[in-house]
């Protein structure tokens, strides 16, 4: 498994969109999703999230998985509306417990909005390389260059690190597994036990990283890097038309959305 | 003790459209005592193939025996004492304050006292020729010692066999050729020793019988006259100067260690 | 002493040329480097051996401004690497030991493009340059493979294609092989003996059969420039292997344990010379 976590290498029209028109999108929908106030509003966006996931070509079983952090959360929220707000009529009582409609509608509400939250978030890490992410955030971020902010540093950070984590997490596996060998045990005792065993891996793990950190900029001060200035980029973002269209569905969603 | 691997299977990510069949069936036995060399290139499944002989990785399929015992039934930590394995650039996984504490670790884990702790820890060091170097910090030390260091800790267990993989790699040729005196010892004092190595020079000069693995299984088992003679093109330089003499002179034999191959050229061309 | 002040770029008389070299790391006692004199000539290969800590990864390092001298000077191409590093950086790339820490971007496309990228090269220019040098070290297909999926050999493969893009007049190889195996070892120096018509090259090694051919091999031994021999006369000299911790590749110990010369490097010519040998011996009985 190469990529991080969820990115889903399929081949779809979602997954050849521009990144900054998706994370522009995915940034406006999410803010928006707290300007509808309406169920219906709210399912609508929801069928259109559907059709999106349908367009990506990921498989529903495996978006789903996405959402599965949150289950919790979703199901905490819904059965504390479910049993404590009290408005509407009373649907379903069993000794102190009452259960009012307003109770089940705002629970539904509040259930679908996390869902989506998290969904349309889902849906942009799983169409856009990690490595794409960054460029499109690196490429957004860099009017901010203007006011001193260091976009191309943060950007240089984010693929740096891209590049490292599955090296740093083999890293970590042999460490572990050498200490193993010499009788190591990092399943046994409580939490304060377990976390000290991981002492024989964090310090050496660390060590590592600052010596690789060391070795790396020697070889990119060696490769003429000398910061942002001047520089040119090898990969390309072009926006498209069809990635203006995509804005402007978008849009169209929401503003749809915010009307039901 | 006798370590024997029985038609090991080994599978990574099963299940998975990124499955992938490291081991097809390997089957070897580590005799006491002996150097045991297991050579083979990038893929052929020489690391995982040693992992399993501490159990850090579990067969799919076939058995690993300790003695003929299933080492499955063992209590691990007994296994991993016994089974001492020295991964490549072990000094990755140095960790503590002092060189002293990191060498204690293993024997620490093992329950035993400090004062046995403290002599074991002594002795390993001595045994690598960094004594001098317990007081000191791990990371100060040079890319040789840290190795030196490293390895001394898993030698602390005490182990009836020692597992090597690659323990030369990125040494200079002086402090390599100081390792393979250290394997000879370890021979001498009755430990087994394996060597994995992709320095098929260096396997001929240590080891006693050699396994060579190729994507997985193993294609030749035996004494390394036997093992390297087969495909004398991929061979220590010596077998390959030697074969190259065989066809006209078959009087040459079968010479692998530089001492042997010396002497049997020599009588040759009458030196 | 020779005159080092005509050491101008492309075409001069020097590729590169350091005198009297010296450098102490900060904090510490012992002089990592002194008095080194030494020149190279454009289109030669000069292999660099000596005992670890000798000061081998610390001249690489003052070559390409890393570092900075306390005194003497570097000139690569006419250019001082200790004031204009990134002029020099131009002309002379560094390979270094570790494969993995060289190699900065997600896929491989991207890092063979950084250095181009560092110059602020146009992105038509970079494209091209970028899929030459990935061709030159036959890596064809690797463009969008990530780093972590790659052989020891491969990565130094990608390390050399990202210097190469840039097109520098010097190589400088800082132990390239040491810490892969003997599969990744003949891969990258395959490529590197192709290198060797068409750029002046550097390489610091432990491993001498790595430098057979060699035009001229330096010996650093505790910040001292002890020997610039050819390698025929360094492999025959018992005293300078012993002085410096070098081991004789295995050819060369056999013929010498045989009374042959050092000269003799793969094993065919070790077996032509015994069996004429032989055979001269039982003729004249």
């Known amino acids: 498994m190469t990529s991080l976590g969820q990115f889903y290498p399929v081949a779809s029209p979602v997954h050849d969109l521009d990144p900054r028109a998706k994370i522009v999108a995915t940034a406006v929908l999410v803010a928006g999703l707290f300007l509808i106030d309406s169920t219906v509003g709210l399912l609508f966006v929801a069928v259109a999230l559907v059709a999106l996931v349908g367009a990506s070509r990921i498989p529903v079983r495996d978006f789903l998985r996405l959402l599965r952090p949150v289950l919790f959360i979703v199901v905490l929220t819904v059965v504390f509306q479910v049993l404590f707000s009290r408005e509407g009529t009373t649907v379903f009582q069993w000794g102190f417990l009452e259960v009012q409609a307003g109770g089940l509608r705002l629970a539904l509400f509040l259930a679908l909005r996390i869902l989506l939250l998290v969904g349309v978030a889902g849906v942009l890490t799983a169409t856009t390389a990690p490595v794409e992410l960054a460029d499109g955030i690196e490429d957004l971020l860099s009017p901010l260059k203007r006011v001193r902010f260091p976009a191309h540093e943060v950007a240089m950070m984010m693929t740096i690190a891209l590049r490292f984590i599955p090296t740093l997490g083999e890293e970590a596996e042999k460490i572990r597994g050498a200490q193993a060998a010499r009788g190591a045990d990092f399943s046994e005792g409580g939490p304060l036990r377990r976390a000290r065993s991981l002492v024989p891996v964090l310090v050496p793990l660390t060590v590592g990283a600052f010596r690789r950190a060391d070795e790396l900029a020697e070889a990119m001060e060696s490769r003429g890097y000398k910061g942002g200035e001047g520089r040119t980029r090898y990969r390309e973002l072009r926006f498209r038309a069809r990635d203006a269209l995509a804005l402007c569905i978008t849009v169209l969603v929401l503003l749809i959305g915010v009307l039901l | 003790m006798r370590l024997e691997l029985r038609d090991v299977r080994h599978v990574y990510a099963a299940g998975t459209p990124f499955e992938v069949e490291a081991l097809r069936g390997v089957s070897l036995t580590v005799e006491p005592g002996e150097v045991f060399g297991i050579v083979g290139g990038t893929g052929s499944g020489k690391s995982t193939l040693v992992r399993h002989m501490n159990l850090l990785l579990v067969p799919a399929g076939g058995e690993v025996l300790v003695d003929g015992v299933d080492a499955t039934t063992l209590k691990k930590s007994e296994l991993r004492r016994r089974v001492g394995l020295v991964f490549q650039f072990p000094e990755a996984a140095l960790f503590a304050p002092t060189v002293e504490e990191d060498v204690a670790f293993a024997p620490r884990r093992l329950g035993l006292d400090e004062e046995e702790v403290g002599r074991r820890v002594r002795e390993s060091l001595g045994l690598l020729g960094v004594g001098d170097l317990a007081g000191r910090s791990p990371f100060a030390l040079s890319g040789g010692e840290k190795r030196r260091v490293a390895i001394a800790g898993v030698l602390a267990m005490g182990p009836e066999v020692l597992v090597l993989d690659e323990p030369t790699a990125g040494l200079d040729p002086a402090t390599r050729g100081e390792l393979l005196d250290l394997i000879r010892h370890l021979r001498e004092a009755g430990v087994a020793v394996v060597l994995v190595s992709h320095d098929l020079d260096e396997v001929a000069e240590v080891a006693d019988r050699v396994c060579a693995l190729h994507a997985g299984r193993v294609c030749a088992i035996g004494t390394p006259a036997e093992v390297f003679y087969r495909d004398p093109g991929l061979a220590p330089v010596t077998v390959r100067v030697a074969s190259l003499l065989q066809e006209s002179r078959p009087e040459i034999g079968e010479p692998v260690r530089f001492g042997e191959t010396v002497a049997a050229l020599r009588a040759l061309s009458g030196v | ?285």
């Open chain 3, 1 to 285: 002493m020779q005159n080092l002040g005509t050491g101008t770029r492309h075409g001069g008389s020097f590729a590169v040329s350091c005198e009297g070299l010296t450098f102490s790391y900060p904090g510490f006692e012992t002089t990592a480097l002194s008095g080194i004199t030494f020149e190279l000539r454009p289109g030669e290969y000069v292999g660099v051996v000596g005992p670890n800590g000798g000061g081998k990864s610390t001249l690489v390092r003052l070559l390409n401004g890393l570092l900075r001298p306390d005194s003497g000077r570097v000139l690569v191409s006419g250019h001082d690497p200790a004031t204009e590093p990134f002029e020099v950086r131009k002309q002379l790339g560094v390979l270094f030991q570790n494969p993995e820490n060289g190699l900065v971007a997600p896929f491989v496309e991207d890092d063979v493009a950084f250095g181009l990228e560092n110059l602020g090269v146009p992105r038509g220019e970079m494209r091209e340059r970028v899929a030459q040098a990935i061709r030159a070290v036959g890596l064809e297909g690797y463009e969008r493979r990530e780093p972590h999926t790659l052989s020891g050999g491969e990565k130094q493969r990608v390390a050399l294609a990202g210097l190469l893009a840039v097109e520098p007049e010097v190589l400088v190889l800082d132990e390239p092989t040491s810490m892969l195996d003997a599969a990744g070892r003949r891969e990258v120096l395959e490529h590197l003996e192709e290198l060797r018509s068409r750029k002046t090259v550097l390489h610091v090694t432990h491993h001498l059969e790595e430098l057979l051919n060699a035009d001229r091999i330096l010996v650093l031994n505790r910040g001292e420039l002890v020997a610039d021999v050819s390698p025929e006369r360094l492999l025959s000299d018992p005293d300078i292997l012993r002085e410096n911790r070098l081991i004789l590749p295995v050819v060369p110990r056999l013929a010498r344990a045989l009374g042959f010369g050092a000269n003799l490097k793969r094993p065919e010519e070790l077996a032509d010379a015994i069996l004429t040998r032989a055979e001269s011996g039982t003729r004249s009985r």
